[in-house]
């Protein structure tokens, strides 16, 4: 079946260090690749996506790249802010038929970011 | 209007009484799902509905029960829970298609029961 598998946390770093939360899957055929991030109280929002394998997926200065070889969707970024704390989700889809939104998780890694 | 409105936020319930919570979007979007969430793990998927017709129940208990009366509502009626139930559901909504797979979340409804 599908998986995915984040690096343990919490994450803690200081305002402008750099990021990167590794994630790796397991999927059979080409799925889709997500980041969700939940900040406190809120329910997820689509941090990036990318869809097929090369695709670089990026937003609020957050990237991650799809790497079929290595079967990985490592998110960066290259200076935190303390807006940035937040619990981060990496997550996958196999599109088509009934299985459109049905993601699976990672377990989340926390992340706060101090002044 | 790129929202995904859950009411009530916070729901406190003993376990023999009936609530229901609400979900609504006006994005045209014709799938719509609900996630359990609990502490410190990733969201759960219990049901997904595609235009209106439950497409997906994960094997949730019956004292779950969903429901779409439209294409922009969507509620889950709670009967009879557990304390083990107490958790953060979540609402989701998307394009049921290939070409756009992001899904939209509530706030979620954050309940508790006694």
């Known amino acids: 079946g599908n998986s995915v598998t984040q690096m343990e946390g919490p994450v803690t770093l200081s305002e402008e260090a750099f990021l990167t939360i590794n994630c790796t899957y397991t999927a059979t055929g080409y799925p889709s690749l997500f980041w969700y991030v939940q900040y406190p109280g809120e329910g997820l929002q689509l941090l990036l996506k990318a869809t097929k394998a090369d695709d670089k997926g990026s937003n609020k200065g957050f990237e991650a790249t799809y790497r079929k070889e290595t079967t990985s969707f490592h998110l960066e970024k290259g200076s935190v802010q303390v807006s940035d704390s937040a619990v981060y989700f990496c997550a996958l889809s196999r599109p088509g038929g009934t299985s459109y939104g049905k993601l699976t998780f990672g377990q989340g890694t926390i992340l706060t970011v101090h002044p | 209007d790129t929202e995904v409105t859950q009411t009530p936020k916070h729901l406190v319930m003993g376990m023999t009484n009936k609530k229901s919570l609400k979900c609504e979007q006006h994005?045209?979007?014709?799938?719509m799902y609900w996630y359990k969430q609990k502490a410190k793990k990733p969201p759960e998927l219990m049901f997904v509905y595609s235009y209106e017709k439950l497409s997906i129940n994960e094997s949730v208990p019956s004292r779950f029960s969903p429901e779409c009366p439209n294409s922009s509502l969507l509620n889950l009626h709670l009967h009879a829970l557990q304390p083990e139930d107490s958790a953060l559901y979540l609402c989701?909504?998307?394009?049921?298609?290939?070409?756009?797979?992001?899904?939209?979340f509530g706030s979620g409804t954050q309940l508790s029961v006694l």
């Open positions: 989701a909504s998307s394009r049921p298609d290939r070409e756009n797979e992001k899904l939209f």
């Open positions: 994005m045209g979007h014709r799938a």
